[in-house]
């Protein structure tokens, strides 16, 4: 039996720096979710409380269950107030529709369904509210059709509209319960990790990238292009870091992130860092240009580009640094100083070669940093 | 009532030009299609046919009609196969659990939620899956949890899965045919367009920053820097790219585009379009450092670089123009020639400037696409 228990947490332990562990605990606790929520029909006493409405709260939390607490949130804020606004209007235009009656009464309830239906997409379609709204939107389609065309036959709409409304909100209670207070995904966290390791990425590449640059023809073709992939992961991080920054906005306060924390900055600051990838992407692809000065010409320049490689290396990482404990960037005036006393060192040494120029660049996205 | 026409024509025109047609297009299809459903509770003969499950015929209308044919389709088609996999999986675990009885028949249908539901949120959080069957598998998990827990209360299950699949082949049924049939927007003509205009892009890049590298200092401060913006546009293209790329695939045949066309081709071309962007970029970058050469030794420069510059725009222009009409770049070995000996030229004439070697990379990347 032991050497059973034994393989089997072998199993585990091998299974678990395989997958990432945040997947399984979030799919555990997506099957909580489903089986708290499917109580309401599997217990006699609360599935006569609801019936057959117990459908709506198993849907809630099957659509709003997202990955990130934030994106739940948001989802089901969205779908609640989608829910009340379409169902309100949607009664009222079924009651308006039972006044006329007759003919007039299905005319009206289908023009009101196209014009309310193709309004609520043309504004799903608008940007910026695709970008925070688009499920409230769509959701509020839904029910201002059900509810109105359900007014047609069920007598009493009123009954309907709130027994749902019940159940939805039951189902976002169970999902708000299971994401936000077990173990939650934090966007904001994410975010704020994500952004501070682009700072160690870009450094790494600088660094790489020179080391490359002074090393025989041998070890470079060891090494590879490792270093760029790491820059390039950076320059296409911008549609990742505004989903993030989108569900970060809808997190509460928690932790180290107060209220109205500033994730705007956050995106500015990915924005410079992918305009430093950019400058050191070019650099590589400069560097390996065969128009580059032989090998003994290279000789006296490698002591001081290396300083100003690793030294650069060094100031994002201690900004990754600062970023992530979240204090004040302490020695950057130290820093800017000393690249400063480098640049024309470097300048005076090396008037032919075109690298001064773009390490200039570097300093500049550097310093817009500070 | 003449005048009145006049304005009303004039009210029209003007918000035409305001607002993007398709969009409009797009919003009175989804009102079209959203009417034509709800036919199914207005009309009597048809409502006697499937009773209270219309409502699933309108839910799907609601939530599988997008903006692109293809993301309708796709999303039509996991939905589809959602239902019925986690439909008939649901049914069976229902039976099941009905032989077992009891107690144990609310255990069973318990951990089958718990089970089912966790490996499909799992299977959710795998790019690759989540890419392109995300949409099934919530649909897997909603079917197959609704299936199962209802199968405690009405006797009936297979009645109800088959009725409700019907229901929601109607509503795709109508989908497909407002989406497709009528002024279809296909992802495909999007993509094939915009990967074409990137060339345009980049090339009135390259000759903005040539213009405005031997304008004098107050002309440039009139033009600022519009042309960047292209060129940051085309580098932050990627995840649209890549959206287009994944609709476009699931579109059936139509137009100038056959089975199994190359959509991967076109997220090559974007990728090297993209690398290209990077170099105008940091050439950009270069040219505004102040260690650049001062106007008079400009001058010498002037001819042989602008001639370069616009035989780039010229070459990527032509290879715009041949994406657009599909047929095969003719004058590639031309222009490459022709780009060669410009370049021998240019660093015969300027051995100092460190213009050359970033020319070359661009050299290198347009002739990485012929």
Not at 53 to 71: K, L, P, S
Not at 202 to 218: R, T
Not at 336 to 348: C, M, N, Q
Request: with cysteine; glycine share 8%; charged share 20%.
């Amino acid at each position: 039996f032991r050497s059973y228990l034994a393989s089997v947490s072998g199993f585990i332990r091998e299974w678990r720096s395989k997958y990432d562990m945040r997947r399984v605990i979030h799919s555990i606790k997506v099957g909580i979710a489903l089986v708290l929520v499917s109580l309401f029909y599997l217990v006699n006493p609360l599935y006569n409380q609801v019936g057959e409405n117990a459908m709506w709260a198993i849907m809630t939390v099957v659509v709003i269950f997202e990955f990130y607490a934030g994106a739940t949130l948001g989802k089901g804020i969205n779908r609640g107030i989608g829910t009340i606004l379409g169902g309100g209007l949607g009664c009222m235009a079924a009651v308006l529709a039972q006044q006329i009656g007759g003919v007039g009464n299905s005319v009206l309830v289908g023009f009101s369904v196209f014009v309310f239906g193709a309004a609520a997409t043309y504004s799903r379609l608008i940007p910026s509210i695709k970008r925070r709204y688009d499920y409230g939107a769509m959701i509020f389609i839904l029910t201002f059709n059900l509810v109105v065309v359900s007014g047609l036959r069920a007598g009493q709409v009123m009954d309907i509209a709130r027994d749902r409304l019940a159940t939805i909100g039951i189902g976002f209670a169970i999902c708000i319960f299971t994401s936000l207070l077990v173990f939650p995904n934090w966007a904001s966290d994410e975010l704020h990790v994500s952004v501070a390791s682009k700072f160690e990425d870009v450094g790494s590449s600088i660094e790489g990238c020179m080391e490359g640059y002074f090393m025989s023809g041998n070890e470079k073709e060891k090494q590879g292009s490792n270093n760029c992939k790491n820059c390039k992961a950076v320059l296409h991080s911008k549609s990742k870091d505004e989903m993030l920054a989108n569900f970060a906005r809808w997190e509460p306060w928690h932790g180290k992130f107060g209220f109205s924390y500033p994730w705007n900055k956050y995106l500015q600051i990915g924005e410079n860092l992918r305009e430093l990838a950019v400058t050191v992407i070019s650099l590589r692809s400069c560097l390996e240009s065969p128009r580059q000065p032989t090998k003994n010409l290279r000789e006296p320049m490698t002591e001081p580009c290396s300083s100003v490689m690793s030294m650069l290396a060094w100031a994002l990482r201690e900004l990754r640094e600062s970023i992530m404990k979240m204090r004040r960037f302490q020695v950057g005036e130290e820093v800017l100083s000393k690249l400063k006393a480098v640049r024309v060192e470097l300048t005076l040494l090396t008037p032919q070669t075109m690298l001064a120029p773009l390490q200039k660049d570097e300093e500049l996205a550097v310093a817009s940093f500070l």
